[in-house]
């Protein structure tokens, strides 16, 4: 009798220690940070970096988090810097970098971000002329290119922004 309540409770013990050891398993974040480690996705990361690499300047510093070699996770996820937002996939759905008074152009490395569907970039100092590619980005349902140093006339490639709800 005493030996199998002692055999139960070993039973126990052993199943709640698989269990956590699963738990930690699952939960268990990488901690060395190596490439191909991050949870957003490969390719919609390097958009960012390339869009980083067009920025001439960035008085308050908001691009700092943006870094491809991050030793902690949420550095090293693009889901995780500041200005962007993701879809419960990670997908880049939404770049919110208005009132950063970022200088430079706009990289056309933004096509490769797919599932966009917002890009707010008012008020900064973007400058050339609206860059028509963005009239293929056509998941974009808000685009807020507001109060920048942008020249010419609005090109008429954004005339096939058909899910636009906002411009
Ligand atoms: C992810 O989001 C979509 C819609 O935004 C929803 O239909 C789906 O159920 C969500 N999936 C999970 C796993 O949360
Ligand atoms: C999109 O990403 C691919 C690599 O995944 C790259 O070769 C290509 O140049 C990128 N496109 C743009 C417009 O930056
Ligand atoms: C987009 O708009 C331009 C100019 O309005 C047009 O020439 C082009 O065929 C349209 N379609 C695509 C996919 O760019």
Redo the contacts with the bound molecule.
Sequence with gaps: MRSTICHKTLHLVFFNLTLLLVWLKITATTPDGGVGDYKCIDKERDALLHFKSYIRHDPYGILSTWTPNGKEEAIGDCCEWQGVQCDNRSRVTTLYLNNAYLEGTISPSLLNLSYLTELQLESNSFSGTIPTFI??MTRLEFLNLGHNDFSGRVP??L??LTNLQSL
């Design positions: 009239g293929s008429s490639e005339g096939n």
